[in-house]
């Protein structure tokens, strides 16, 4: 038998492997929070069933579910990437896991961008699950993937920043209720669930610049109209994203 060869071999691995394995407990985390799953998955698919079958709200033209499936899209978005998020950083900053896992060899890049995959990766189950419950209920999409796949991207970029920005800089509870309180207040005013042509001109125009707004709207109109590129739309998510990263990066505290 050769010298060495029970020799250990002590250094930190491959830093794709490291965001890999992060991502992994992240994701898994996550998905075991049942506040998380209440949340990304239940409320979600229920609002998705109740409004497009019982006629609560007035969705205007056209069926129900053609008009909720891409504000409940939206709405999952924002659930994972922006409140789920914050509210998870925000404790784990609070107990001291974003101190210990920035003094660990994973770099602090890399710890953020393993989070932003496991936000990914949730993302794709939610949307799966949602277009998988609209298509039962008779959903009929329109227009091009890859418009959808940049609204979703620019999306998840704006309330991750947005998260990332809150759960930074506020004490734990803080983040707790403030993103709750954000997420029900932009569930009624962002276009989700009631349309913005129902809310006054001035108050209309004012919601339809939030990431919610840009985001349900913009894959209302390529999903159920067959709109092409929207590029207004874009426009809005891109500036959010933007801005809510870049003050993030600045202002984010690990301790």
Same mark, same amino acid.
């Given at each position: 038998m050769s010298a060495g060869t029970y020799t250990p071999k002590p250094g930190a691995a491959p830093l794709t492997r490291?965001?890999?394995?992060?991502?992994?407990?992240?994701?898994?985390?996550?998905?075991?929070n049942g506040e998380q799953l209440l949340l990304t998955v239940i409320i979600p698919s229920l609002?998705?069933? $109740?409004?497009?079958?019982?006629?609560?709200?007035?969705?205007?033209?056209?069926?129900a579910v053609d008009f909720l499936t891409?504000?409940?899209?939206?709405?999952?978005?924002?659930?994972?990437?922006?409140?789920?998020?914050?509210?998870?950083?925000?404790?784990e900053r609070r107990y001291g896991v974003l101190k210990r896992l920035g003094a660990s060899p994973v770099p602090r890049w890399a710890l953020?961008?393993?989070?932003?995959?496991?936000?990914?990766?949730?993302?794709v189950l939610q949307i799966a699950l949602l277009t998988a419950i609209a298509f039962a209920l008779g959903w009929s999409p329109h227009g091009?993937?890859?418009?959808?796949?940049?609204l979703l991207v620019?999306?998840?970029? !704006?309330?991750?920043?947005?998260?990332?920005?809150?759960?930074?800089? $506020?004490?734990?509870?803080?983040?707790? !209720?403030?993103?709750?309180?954000?997420f029900l207040l932009l569930l009624v005013g962002g276009g989700v669930i009631v349309p913005l042509d129902k809310f006054p001109g001035g108050v209309a125009s004012a919601l339809g610049l939030l990431p919610i707004s840009a985001l349900s709207d913009g894959l209302?109109?390529?999903?159920?109209?067959?709109?092409?590129?929207?590029?207004?739309?874009?426009?809005?998510?891109?500036?959010?994203?933007?801005?809510?990263?870049? !003050?993030?990066a600045r202002t984010f505290r690990w301790e």
């Open positions: 490291m965001i890999a394995a992060q991502a992994a407990f992240e994701t898994k985390m996550l998905l075991r609002l998705l069933v $109740l409004f497009s079958t019982v006629d609560i709200v007035d969705t205007g033209e056209g069926r891409p504000g409940v899209l939206a709405l999952a978005v924002m659930s994972t990437a922006f409140t789920g998020q914050a509210i998870a950083t925000g404790f953020m961008a393993a989070k932003t995959l496991s936000v990914l990766v949730t993302e091009d993937p890859v418009s959808v796949l940049l620019l999306g998840t970029a !704006a309330f991750s920043g947005l998260g990332l920005l809150m759960a930074g800089t $506020l004490k734990a509870e803080v983040t707790l !209720a403030a993103a709750n309180l954000v209302r109109d390529v999903l159920q109209h067959g709109a092409g590129m929207p590029w207004g739309n874009l426009g809005i998510l891109a500036l959010w994203a933007v801005l809510g990263l870049g !003050a993030a």
